[in-house]
């Protein structure tokens, strides 16, 4: 079945500066995929997404794509923000059902 | 408000205790879901419902029941709380189809004394 991994934080950075946050994945076929965000004693919210191959998701400066040839969706920001600190998941369904799976996070805290 | 919302947010409880936690979301969405999140095991399945009276398990169903009356209402109950049972609960929806998100509540702790 369909899985994912990410990588193991915690990744410590300053502010401004540039952030990645690898995510691979194992698919049958092409399902849509997913990043989301939790900010400290909240619920998982809805980062970006992108629905297929090559496709490019955003949100507050947060791109990720859909690269079917490495089976990636990195997550980047050019410049953090210490308002950026929190725990991000990276997520697809496991097969054709309306379930998904998370990957384990991954931690950002941002420093001034 | 829409949305979907928990409660309650924080709870206490002892060994073998019963409790009941409450989910309710006002979308009409027909998908709902429960998990837990531990240190070390990152989020985890243990039950979800594609509509009214239909429930399925996922992943961790031991010691949980849920049952699903209403469409907005998803509760999960714990029938003998045990001290493994100590954890974040989130309750997330969605209308379903592939490229749909799932929206989740603020979560419940809940500590097992």
């Known amino acids: 079945g369909n899985s994912v991994t990410q990588m193991e934080g915690p990744v410590t950075l300053s502010e401004e500066a540039f952030l990645t946050i690898n995510c691979t994945y194992t698919?049958?076929?092409?399902?849509?995929l997913f990043w989301y965000v939790q900010y400290p004693g909240e619920g998982l919210q809805l980062l970006l997404k992108a629905t297929k191959a090559d496709d490019k998701g955003s949100n507050k400066g947060f791109e990720a794509t859909y690269r079917k040839e490495t089976t990636s969706f990195h997550l980047e920001k050019g410049s953090v923000q210490v308002s950026d600190s929190a725990v991000y998941f990276c997520a697809l369904p496991p097969d054709s059902s309306y379930k998904l799976i998370f990957g384990s996070g991954t931690r950002l805290l941002v420093r001034p | 408000d829409a949305g979907i919302t928990q409660s309650p947010r924080y709870k206490i409880t002892e060994t073998g205790r019963q409790v009941t936690l409450m989910c309710h979301q006002t979308w009409s969405h027909s998908y709902m879901f429960w998990y837990r999140q531990d240190l070390g095991h990152g989020l985890r399945l243990i039950y979800y419902s594609a509509a009214a009276d239909i429930t399925d398990k996922g992943e961790v169903p031991d010691g949980y029941v849920v049952s699903r009356s209403k469409t907005e209402n998803f509760p999960l109950t714990l029938e003998s709380a045990t001290r493994s049972q100590t954890s974040v609960y989130f309750c997330a929806s969605t209308s379903g189809g592939r490229n749909q998100p799932q929206h989740f509540g603020d979560g419940t702790r809940l500590s097992i004394l």
């Open positions: 698919a049958t076929g092409y399902p849509s």
